[in-house]
């Protein structure tokens, strides 16, 4: 049986309420990542001209909120102050709910996580306002509703000036990429290119990777958890510099694994790992000069720093200075995560550049309870990094010297 002619003026009707209807297609949430010169901490706007630290080990996310921002009706007991909690934060107070935890409103324990500070603070309910995106460009503006701890203004020192908190990257369910995939309905998953200069992008909730002539294929190595912590680890079965093999076993690797950090500007490595690495490393650029390279000079170390070289003697390419390649053999293939010259070496002032690795202080050599590398934003820069925590996986692709991470 066939339908009924539909009269004119209702087709018109239709169309326009058809028009404007919201696509009911989620796209993941765009924003820029800004790399701050005083603190080479990278941070996003938050919203009305603030903005956040990103911190990819943290759980929460925090800020200031001396506006007056009521706090949010979540008990002590529930499963969402369960969450705020889940992760304390080393020296922080224990939380607890006491006998009346029923009434009792949920305390979280915001964290600073350059100085170590934290402190009490109730949860709100806040806003992250971006864009989203198709993978090639920002479509549309969007308010994402967030919840967040608040934090005294104290509790700001060391970190850039104009932020006002911290937005936690880690697998943790109230971190940011969680919050997101839950409001936006996408993926539980985060894109993040941190830059060297010039803007940066963090993408959350998965979707089209941009850049696609550079990461179609992709390499991924599994996302592996360590100790109870919401970082994110993975686990690397060699290292090498140049050519040669460093003498680290795996078993070394794997007791502590590697970290990904955006706190520190530089990687920071346990005894047994660092100080095989950075003889490998010398000795690897000292033979450079037998291939025709100039003769590196070696100069007083700049602190934390232990190996330092005058920069008239080390020689310039696209990938930094001409040193020795440094890779990391990661498990789920036969890629590596390889380091140049512009992640493996950081100018400390004019005519001085130092070895960006850095050795664990107060951490014995082989012991599991900290990481065998981590590795820092100097080492994590003009990659394109997908962290996808649905499928336990992070995915890794340099970008050319000729691409910066702001294309979008």
Known sequence: MCARKMPPVLLLVLAASLVALPSCQSLPVLATVTKDAATSLYTIPFHDGASLVLDVAGPLVWSTCEGGQPPAEIPCSSPTCLLANAYPAPGCPAPSCGSDKHDKPCTAYPYNPVTGACAAGSLFHTRFAANTTDGSKPVSKVNVGVLAACAPSKLLASLPRGSTGVAGLADSGLALPAQVASAQKVANRFLLCLPTGGPGVAIFGGGPVPWPQFTQSMPYTPLVT????????????????????????????????VMLSTRLP?????????????????????AQHAN????ARAVEPVAPFGVCYDTKTLGNNLGGYSV??????????SDTWTMTGKNSMVDVKPGTACVAFVEMKGVEAGD????????GGAQMEDFVLDFDMEKKRLGFSRLPHFTGCGGL
């Open 324 to 333: 020795p390649n440094v890779q990391l053999g990661l498990d789920g293939g």
């Open 226 to 257: 360590k100790g109870g912590s919401p970082a994110h680890y993975i686990s690397a079965r060699f290292i090498e510099v140049g050519d040669t093999r460093v003498p680290v076993s795996e078993g070394a690797l794997a007791t502590g694994g």
């Open 368 to 375: 599991g309870r900290a990481p065998a590398v981590i590795l």
């Open 292 to 295: 025709g390279a100039p003769v």
């Open 266 to 286: 530089y990687a920071v490595l346990r005894r047994d790992v660092y100080r095989p690495l950075v003889d490998a490393f010398t000795k690897a650029l000292a």
